[in-house]
């Protein structure tokens, strides 16, 4: 199967009716309001993520403990990767229309071995911002945070 078509599906693949389904494998682990499982169409070998159970499109949505029961997952995700072997990972989450997220329904990706970029910022010459450029930009965002 391919991506494409798995994305033709009309429930949502990471909600409780679908992960519950008897033919569901890809569930490692469930607990703590969010659960650990295989990526099915994975970047790389031993592609991890962990959703949330609830049905949630945005990071800023999640409740106080669905935020933390993700996060417990995440870094049991981390400890079995690094139990097969794996030196690296990236997390990456994406969110809003621009990131290339095709699924509405937070997930977090735990990615072993792979550097995670866009092709506009993999090179080395990206800019290095001067210091009076990085801490004007340091007071905007210490304002936003009423600092």
């Known amino acids: 199967m391919r991506y494409e078509d798995l994305m ?15 033919d569901c494998h890809q569930v ?14 994975p970047y790389v070998k031993d592609h991890l993520m962990v959703v949330p159970l609830r049905h949630v499109t945005s990071v800023e949505s999640l409740t106080q403990a669905e935020s933390q029961g993700t ?13 097969r ?3 690296a990972y990236s997390i990456l989450v994406r969110q809003g ?8 329904h937070v997930h977090v990706h735990v990615i072993p071995d792979v550097v995670v970029t ?3 910022h993999a090179s080395a ?4 911002m001067t210091e009076r450029k990085l801490n004007g930009l340091v007071r905007i965002y210490q304002k936003l945070l009423d600092i």
Request: with cysteine; proline share 7%; charged share 35%.
């Open 125 to 128: 010459e990206r800019p290095v």
């Open 71 to 83: 996060r417990k997952l995440v870094m049991r995700a981390v400890s079995l990767l690094k139990k």
């Open 118 to 120: 866009d092709k506009e």
């Open 85 to 87: 072997g794996h030196k």
């Open 28 to 41: 490692i682990y469930q607990a703590n309001k969010a659960a650990l499982m295989v990526n099915r169409a």
């Open 97 to 104: 229309k621009d990131s290339g997220k095709s699924v509405q």
């Open 8 to 22: 033709k599906v009309r429930s949502c693949p990471f909600c409780p009716k679908r992960l519950n389904d008897p």
